[in-house]
């Protein structure tokens, strides 16, 4: 009975601690931990962050989007009313002055296109910081998941120093420029801007 009793003592003394007992024991490791797991829940939060701010400039390029509609279908509305209410014998004096509603046709177009290329690439700008902060995510995640299976087997200066090498020496494959989803919303815009000028025109001239 002794014998079986010393037995099953030196079994269990010899099986292996959990990698997570081992990293509880050892100060660097656990102290290691705890900064990757900090730091990953900094990640999720700056993604949480971008994802919003993202979802708000979306929402602020739609609203130029319906806001240039109904400003060129109300002025154009407008004017044909006006138009359409004064004598045949006006129309001289409305085209001769076509160019006061063309002008501010002009400026309102331009100034809606500029705005909304400027909030293009905002998001634009945030949606790569998103990937960014994704992929840092998940290179800490590995680590962390490395260090939770190998316990104390997992070598401190060789993953750490991975982990920073392959943050710095990430490379940003910049594609040739081309022809984006931004552009053509430029040129459709410019296009609609043209077409608007020229109905205005029909509108006051004939």
């Keep these: 009975m002794a014998d079986e009793n010393t037995n099953n003592t030196s079994i269990m003394e ?8 081992q990293i509880a024991g050892t100060p660097t490791h656990k102290l290691l931990l705890k900064q990757w797991l900090k730091e990953e829940e900094l990640i999720l939060n700056r993604i949480s962050l971008k994802e919003t701010q993202i979802d708000g400039t979306r929402k602020e390029i739609t609203n130029l989007y319906c806001f240039f509609f109904l400003f060129h279908s109300t002025s154009l509305i407008l004017l044909f009313s006006a138009v359409s209410s004064r004598a045949q014998s006006h129309t001289g004096s409305y085209c001769h002055r076509s160019w006061i509603p063309s002008l501010c046709s002009v400026l309102c177009s331009l100034g809606i296109i500029w705005a909304v290329r400027y909030k293009s690439d905002v998001e634009a700008h945030l949606e790569k910081l998103l990937e960014r902060e994704k992929e840092d995510g998940q290179l800490l995640g590995k680590c962390v998941e490395e260090l939770k299976k190998k316990g104390v087997e997992f ?3 060789k ?7 392959a943050k710095s020496l990430r490379i940003e494959t910049k594609a040739v420029r081309k022809w984006s ?11 609609v801007s043209c077409l608007v000028l020229a109905l205005t025109r029909v509108i006051l001239c004939n």
């Design 14 to 21: 010899s099986k292996p601690l959990h990698p997570l007992h």
């Design 181 to 191: 989803g931004r552009d053509f919303v430029t040129m459709f815009f410019f296009s």
């Design 159 to 165: 993953e750490v120093d991975a982990l920073r090498r």
């Design 155 to 157: 070598d401190l200066l």
